[in-house]
């Protein structure tokens, strides 16, 4: 007789309750949880990433959470590598293991495969971003077809940042991003693991939102920007990049009202679940849904 799945995937956008269901399962099995959302790695960020709290943590064991200093620029092929070298030997133990998280890719390296995509040099990366706003999505995506056209046509419409990574992907390395993608395989065996995506209603998911970003103005975010700002990091790194940085900055560094901050950062939290749910729908449509 078959052995059932021992690791579990939760996947869903922020705000959706996947952590709980996480730590639920885990008390109940003796799981062990492993991060797979790409900013609650860094330990700068425990309040904005709304990262399992102290008291969570010990409930369950966790990993790979806050274990990256905001200076650090961890990539997919980083956190796979981190991940494997964990899940390898939990699963000659026969313990169970639940990654949960909301960064798309990292479950695409698993269960489709990871691309040896060569890094992008930034001042290449900075030329291509110049060139989409000089020239608009329509007329961006026209270039991106003549070198790059399955990346073209797969790429949602809106989806900036992904158009931006393909044409940077050709610029630098002379290949489309869809040939390197297409040379690879899944880092976890298709028998060995099992999935869920959780999706709450809209309505419900964007008053979530709105409810944990006054939970983490209570708890301190503002504090946790301040310090990270008066490190002078370069804005590039991923932890700058993070839902609520630019936002409460924009509060601690110039003549914005809180109440304005707050409410930017209501909508970009918002705005990130949309495009999460997105993502998931459309590169996750075999997985059940919860």
């Not at 956008?13 to 062990?32: Q, W, Y």
């Not at 330990?43 to 904005?48: P, S």
């Amino acid at each position: 007789m078959s052995q059932p799945p021992l690791v579990t995937l939760i996947a869903g956008p922020t705000a959706s309750g996947k952590s709980a269901l996480a730590l639920k399962m885990a008390r109940e099995t003796d799981a062990v949880i492993i991060n797979a959302d790409s900013q609650q790695l860094y330990a700068d960020l425990r309040i904005l990433t709304a990262r399992p709290s102290i008291e969570e943590e010990a409930q369950a064991d966790h990993r790979l959470y806050g274990v990256a200093d905001a200076a650090e620029a961890w990539s997919v092929g980083h956190w796979s590598r981190a991940v494997l070298d964990m899940v390898k030997p939990l699963t000659v133990e026969r313990r169970p293991v639940i990654l949960v998280g909301g960064t798309g890719l990292y479950f695409t390296a698993l269960t489709r495969g990871l691309a040896d995509i060569p890094n992008v040099p930034t001042e290449v990366r900075d030329q291509v971003e110049a060139d989409y706003l000089a020239l608009g999505e329509a007329a961006f995506r026209t270039r991106l077809a003549e070198v790059d056209s399955p990346a073209a046509r797969s790429i949602e419409r809106g989806d900036r940042q992904r158009l931006i990574r393909a044409m940077s992907v050709y610029a630098a390395s002379g290949h489309p991003l869809s040939r390197w993608q297409a040379q690879t395989m899944p880092l976890l065996s298709p028998d060995n693991w099992t999935s869920v995506v959780i999706e709450p209603d809209r309505r419900v998911l964007y008053d979530n939102c709105d409810r944990r970003v006054d939970q983490m103005m209570d708890q301190g975010a503002l504090n946790e920007v301040r310090a990270l700002l008066s490190r002078n990091l370069s804005p590039a790194l991923p932890a700058m990049k993070a839902i609520g940085v630019r936002e409460l900055a924009a509060y601690v560094s110039s003549n914005l009202s809180r109440k304005q901050a707050v409410e930017d950062l209501k909508q970009a939290t918002r705005n990130y679940a949309k495009r999460q749910l997105t993502w998931f729908r459309n590169q996750t449509r075999g997985w059940p849904r919860s």
